[in-house]
């Protein structure tokens, strides 16, 4: 009785916001009253820290947005989309490398890339269209959970195939003289590779939402997600739209995936495991669900897993605070879970785009 009249569950959460706010007000003040001399951080560090964030979290925003796109279609995480990015990132670096040998990169720098956004993109929206088909399709009755372990083995099968063909050591992929050097934008100085990640996912993002709201296959994937037996009812395939949900994110995967490559220079047949649930936090973030939502989500955590460590932990002189990136990040899992499990903008579906 007294447990139904005294809301333990809320005041432990009461309690528990207050020490988060307070821990992150407590670190970012030390932090921010640091001078350069005692280890402090320069206001051009903190300006560089934000565009490095953006960067990412424009790179989580690509991949996250795959997650949400079938979230909102099937109702299930497709914990392979990973391994999806990381195929159309190895799949660019061979063509890159034979680019390179040619001098093609350094002489037709724009032609190269596309080629490289073409290969990728092909390949991931292959590799994800496989993936529904013969793993995901004939499970679509099944339990949830069902689902949820065939993903996981199927991100387990991707990760050792790959390495088992190409090798599990990480190989160096060739820079672009072009997109070497920094930009100042605004003020932020950033990489010519950072900026151009951030300037393909937002056309991406803006044109993912468009095509969702105005075209006849966006209309029915959001009937689709609204109800599936009506939508059938109405004359919609299905199967196609389940189909081209998949090669949609497959697309910014692949895209995701040169990005990567171009910003960190370097791929493995493992890269895809740890962007890959950081995507996922951002999608959970956002709104798993909501193609908004996951930008939002992947901005935001961008942004955090680089200032964050600094920000919270240097001025309580915590050592390797740049190594504690991860922590930052699924520290936010746990707490959006926690207090907000629909994430900013609500558990959704494409409607919300």
Known sequence: MLGERFPIRRVILVVLAILIVFGVLSGSWRTLHLSPAQGGITGAGWRTLVANGVAQGSIYALIALGYSLVYGILLMINFAHGEVFMAGAFASFFVASSLDSKGLLERDPIPSIALLMVTAILVSMGVAVLLERIAYRPLRNAPRLVPLITAIGASLFLQYTFAGFFGSDAKGYPDVKALTGTLNVAGFPMAKTQALAIVVALVMMVGLTLFIAKTKTGKAMRAVAEDKEIASLMGINIDRVIVTTFAIGGMLAGIAGVLYALVFAEVDSFMGFVPGIKAFTAAVLGGIGSVTGAAIGG???????????????????????????????????????????????????????
Do not use: M
Not at 317 to 336: C, E, K, M, W, Y
């Open 299 to 353: 901005l935001i955590l961008g942004v955090a897993e680089s200032v964050g460590p600094q920000l919270l932990l240097l001025g309580i002189h915590v050592p390797g605070t740049n190594q504690l990136r991860d922590v930052v990040a699924f520290s936010i899992l746990v707490i959006v879970l926690v207090f907000r499990p629909g994430g900013i903008l609500g558990a959704g579906d494409l409607d919300k785009a």
